[in-house]
């Protein structure tokens, strides 16, 4: 028997229905509330309410757990790439051997944009932010494909899907390149997804590229790392959109924009930018330590701590790791990884960080990989969008298969005025 909560208002007892999430976790239905109590509620920020039931992504900030479709993401990190993992996360389940061969031949085979597409990069103002760019281009595809719009015909769903994740490194490309004033190049489809990205990024027509093994590898699994991470600020926009039964191309146009926020995918950014302004005072991390930890200097280590995980942030582990095992060779040029380190360890040993639970999150580390790997800074939020697509797509989808979908319709509390009489201009 399913769990009550009962509550009393006006000398009245209500009872509502408590559910139980897969992992142990109770939610109050509140679905009819309204219905019964002409009560609503109130949580800015959602602080305390489930939107949704989804299960795609577990995650436990106190015990530093994320898991996709209930297998760590260590694991993945370690065994899987970000392809297979984006089936994962869209399908529900590891593919077979032929489902990902058939899955990898069309996100492959999608990678080309329409050749009209490329004169839109003519169009924006000189070094436009590649997030803005993004979002009006992936947007723009709706135009492209007007008849296969359906949010119900799985055909449809299906090749958008595909079409998707093939174009979205192309589209990032460019957005980049345009600002270099190369060419524009076309994807090379004999690549795998993430070496096809560095090619369009940093070839160029004059001279073969290869794209570098370690720096494929790093990006990889910087995007699997990314995937997903349940009801963020940019899938709940993703989400809500796709609630009106907007099709994915405006939907995800929506979550890139979510995701440009400096709240949300700028934090890598903060991070280079801190590192740099400490580089160019002499290198003194522990002044910076110092003043992260004074009370009265607003300062704070960008790139630590965690609204979610107090205990760590399971990606930023694995991002460690591979910053040692993979990036530190390529990165050696790079200064900043040297600050870096210094400044994680004074931080990791200090009694001010160890109490308040401060460990380095997935942005501290993030952001000098993209570094390292000479990705520039105003492109680290695209980078984020890239892997955090599957994510957007699978809750996109999550949500249009839902037996109890509904339009996202949230309430208020009105705080103006009630009323009052209409003044005519020139008596005002
Ligand atoms: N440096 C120094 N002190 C800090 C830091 C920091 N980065 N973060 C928190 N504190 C201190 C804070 O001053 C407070 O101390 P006291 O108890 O003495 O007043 C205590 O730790 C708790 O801080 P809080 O602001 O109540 O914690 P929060 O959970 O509300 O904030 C946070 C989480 C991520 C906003 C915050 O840790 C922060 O500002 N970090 C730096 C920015 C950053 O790296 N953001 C990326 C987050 S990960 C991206 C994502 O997944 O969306």
């Given at each position: 028997m399913s769990d009550t909560a009962q509550f009393v208002y006006e000398g009245k007892t209500y009872e509502l229905p408590v559910l139980e999430s897969s992992s142990g976790e109770k939610a109050i239905d509140i679905t009819q509330l309204r219905a019964k109590t002409g009560l609503i509620t109130y949580d800015p920020g959602f602080m305390?309410?489930?939107?949704c039931k989804s299960a795609i992504t577990y995650l436990e900030g106190e015990k530093g757990i994320l898991l996709y479709r209930g297998i760590p993401i260590e694991q993945l990190a370690e065994k899987s790439n970000f392809i297979e993992t984006s089936y994962l996360l869209i399908y529900g389940e590891l593919p077979t051997n032929n489902q990902l061969e058939e899955f990898k031949y069309h996100v492959t085979h999608h990678s080309m944009v329409h050749e009209?597409?490329?004169?839109f990069y003519d169009g924006?103002?000189?070094?436009?932010h590649p997030m803005a760019v993004c979002s009006a281009v992936v947007g723009s595809l709706a135009t492209f494909y007007q008849n296969e719009?359906?949010?119900?015909d799985e055909r449809e769903i299906e090749i958008t899907i595909h079409r998707l994740l093939a174009k979205l490194p192309t589209i990032a490309a460019y957005s980049y390149k345009k600002s270099t004033g190369q060419p524009l190049p076309y994807p090379d489809n004999t690549l795998s997804y993430s070496e096809n990205f560095l090619k369009m990024m940093f070839?160029?027509?004059c001279e073969p590229y290869e794209p570098n093994p370690l720096a494929a590898k790093a990006i990889d699994t910087l995007l699997l790392l990314h995937a997903d991470h349940e009801q963020n600020c940019s899938t709940s926009a993703v989400r809500l959109v796709g609630s009106?039964?907007?099709n994915l191309f405006a939907s995800v146009s929506a979550g890139i924009y979510a995701l440009w926020g400096p709240l949300h995918g700028g934090a890598n950014q903060a991070v280079i930018e801190m590192l740099q302004t400490i580089q160019d005072d002499g290198a003194n991390v522990k002044k910076y330590v110092d003043k992260a930890k004074?009370?009265?200097?607003?300062?704070r280590l960008m790139g630590f701590g965690h609204r979610v995980y107090k205990n760590f942030d399971p990606r930023s582990r694995v991002i460690k790791k591979m910053t040692k095992e993979i990036v530190e060779p390529l990165g050696s040029r790079e200064p900043l990884l040297a600050i870096a380190l210094e400044l994680e360890q004074i931080a990791l040993e200090d009694e001010f960080f160890l109490e308040r639970k401060l460990y380095p999150n997935v942005d501290f580390y993030s952001g000098l990989i993209y570094k390292a790997l000479d990705?520039?800074?105003?492109?680290f939020p695209v980078m984020f969008a890239m892997g955090r697509l599957p994510g957007w797509i699978a809750q996109w989808k999550e949500l249009q298969e839902d037996e109890s979908f509904k339009i996202g319709r949230p309430r208020q509390l009105y705080s103006g005025k009630m009323n009052r009489e209409y003044v005519p201009i020139e008596n005002r």
């Open positions: 305390s309410t489930g939107s009209s597409i490329k004169n924006f103002p000189n070094n436009p719009l359906s949010v119900r070839g160029k027509p009106s039964m907007c004074d009370p009265n200097d607003p300062f990705i520039p800074v105003n492109m």
